[in-house]
Nanobody, 117 residues
Framework: QVQLVESGGGVVQPGGSLRLSCAAS????????MAWYRQAPGKERELVAT????????NYADSVKGRFTISRDNAKNTMYLQMNSLKPDDTAVYYC??????????WGQGTQVTVSS
């Protein structure tokens, strides 16, 4: 069974930092491209950052470029998102999942990030 467990969220002031973790199991983690997504209240889920299998190629949404860093440790089946210079607009529930997924995709509970203003 595919399991994705996000952690590391919290409440921070603008300009603060958080490091999110995604623990994955139930699939060949090292063989798939991964991504972080987020969903703010009343908005659709959006793609935040992607990372290829070996971590050599990464991409970021324009809104987070230069502030967030995605990484992965395939030996630990874990992906990370280092978030610096946080803004109120970063407030959302953050999820990890495959970069490409279909209608039967499994989603974890996500981790709440709240940036106060």
């Amino acid at each position: 069974q595919v399991q994705l467990v996000e952690s590391g969220g919290g409440v921070v002031q603008p300009g603060g930092s958080l490091r999110l973790s995604c623990a994955a199991s139930g699939f060949f983690f090292s063989s798939v491209d991964m991504a972080w997504y987020r969903q703010a209240p009343g908005k659709e889920r959006e793609l935040v950052a992607t990372i290829r299998t070996a971590g050599r190629i990464t991409n970021y949404a324009d809104s987070v470029k230069g502030r967030f860093t995605i990484s992965r440790d395939n030996a630990k089946n874990t992906m990370y998102l280092q978030m610096n210079s946080l803004k109120p607009d970063d407030t959302a529930v953050y999820y990890c999942n495959l970069r490409v997924y279909g209608p039967r995709a499994s989603w974890g509970q996500g981790t709440q990030v709240t940036v106060s203003s």
